[in-house]
């Protein structure tokens, strides 16, 4: 007879592994399933975040490659604006050897790790679920009570799991590069190249740079074009050889959980929409996933009634975040190469940026109701000028 697990994973991700700890540490037979082996791990990640998200995953100081207090927002015109806190806001992580680390943390606590397979088919019935993968060794079918699907966006997977995918997505593109006079992070709003792309620089150490792109479309046009401008181009030592390419998921899923199956993490959309970093969301909705979970396998009721306490806490906790975060993209996507300009140089004048960054509310893994604060408080001044490539000052 198949060997029976209480819950498998799809995907050994962060998310997925931070659920699989958990639910492990707490006595219940885990195996997460993943195709890439941990020494093939190349992430599609600037791996930036807060210290809420350090606090989950203590300890992990070798995790941190370097610390950000400041940096520079740059308008299409090349308009700028400074922002600095008193202290770091920002943390930049190893992302491959978090992977492998949270990996080894699942397997310590009890977790089956299997890597380099496929999954290949899904079945979740009212009393078992099925996962058959394929891999080095062949075919295997993995018999669970439940089922956690956290290996990024797959619709096809998830719908036939009974779930939905995320509705809106990007495409995200990382690379490192070795690149001069980077000194704190800079954004680049791009949206005279395409509308609603931005990009980032965030300096990992002398000439050593994390290039990032977000944009709805053509990501690698995105990131050529970015490069080749002035003020960019002129710093880089080389240009990257490989720019890695993912789609980020900018919605919630409006079903991310069923009858003993549910989804976490890029899966179910639990991403920033303002930046398309999901590590403190997902391992937010891990955490979340993992306690539910425990409480209705110890109930023997995996319904999905059961589960929905799942999504209800967490929409709960981060469903305002999301929407504000989906507003202020929303904003940006719409505003003319002029208007972004004026919304830079207003929150530069006005001095808006730095009271907000400074509130004690403000957080870098929560900052969409800041952002979108800042926002509206210069958009109507912004929209009084010129909708074009040039703002009056330029003219």
Known sequence: MPELFDVAVIGGGPSGCLVASALASGGRRVVVLERRRADAVEPCCTGIVGRPYLDCIQPCEDLVLAAARSAVFISPSGRRLHVAASVDQAFVLDRALLERRLRQRAAAAGAEMVEGVLV?????????????????????????????????????????????????HMVGAHAEVEMDGVDETEVYFLSDVAPGAFAWLVPMAPGRVRLGVLSASSVAQVAATFLARPGVRDRLRRRPLHIAQRPVPVAVSRRMHGERVRSVGDAAGQVKPTTGGGLYLGAMAAVAAAAVLSE???????????????????????????????????????????????????????????????????????????????????????????????????S
């Open 296 to 394: 209705a396998l110890a109930r023997d009721d995996l319904s999905a009634r059961a589960l929905s306490r799942y999504e209800t806490q967490w929409r709960s906790a981060f469903g305002g975040e999301l929407r504000r975060g989906a507003l202020a993209r929303a904003i940006y996507s719409r505003l003319s190469v002029g208007h972004v300009d004026g919304v830079i140089e207003l929150a530069a004048r006005t001095g808006v940026a730095e009271k907000l960054l400074r509130s004690p509310s403000f957080s870098f893994d929560r900052h969409s109701g800041t952002l979108l604060s800042g926002l509206l408080r210069c958009l109507p001044g912004a929209l009084l000028r010129p909708a074009g490539r040039q703002s009056e000052a330029d």
């Open 120 to 168: 290949t088919r899904t079945s979740v019935s009212t009393d078992l679920c099925e996962t058959r993968v394929s891999g080095p060794d062949g075919a295997r079918t993995y018999s669970s009570r439940a089922l956690v699907i956290a290996g990024g966006v797959n619709p096809g997977l998830l719908r036939r799991a009974g779930l939905l995918p995320p509705s809106k």
